[in-house]
Nanobody, 115 residues
Framework: QVQLVESGGGLVQPGGSLRLSCVAS????????MGWYRRAPGKQRELVAI???????NYADSVVGRFTISRDNAGNTVYLQMNNLKPEDTAVYYC?????????WGQGTQVTVSS
């Protein structure tokens, strides 16, 4: 069974940076997009950034100019570079690979922004 494994979360001070990675345990066919989502305490899960296989990207308004999503050429890994982090970015971050069938989801990685 395909697994997505996230890494790179942790505790960082406001203004700091983190880079999240999400690696698939095997090559998945039919993927048309990869995304990062987050769920903050007491809030619903929200889309943070998404990258289409063709390369186009889209970001939540709250992270534009601070976060960058990218992927490797093999299509097995997606990254989220997060700069100028703010306390309101604190959440569990999940990656997702989108396909015509059920999406694949990672287990989540905690990002905490605090001084």
């Amino acid at each position: 069974q395909v697994q997505l494994v996230e890494s790179g979360g942790g505790l960082v001070q406001p203004g700091g940076s983190l880079r999240l990675s999400c690696v698939a345990s095997e090559t998945i066919s039919g993927i048309y997009a990869m995304g990062w989502y987050r769920r903050a305490p007491g809030k619903q899960r929200e889309l943070v950034a998404i990258i289409i296989v063709g390369g186009s990207t889209n970001y939540a308004d709250s992270v534009v100019g601070r976060f960058t999503i990218s992927r490797d050429n093999a299509g097995n890994t997606v990254y989220l570079q997060m700069n100028n982090l703010k306390p309101e970015d604190t959440a569990v971050y999940y990656c997702s690979f989108k396909r015509s069938g059920p999406d694949y989801w990672g287990q989540g990685t905690q990002v905490t922004v605090s001084s």
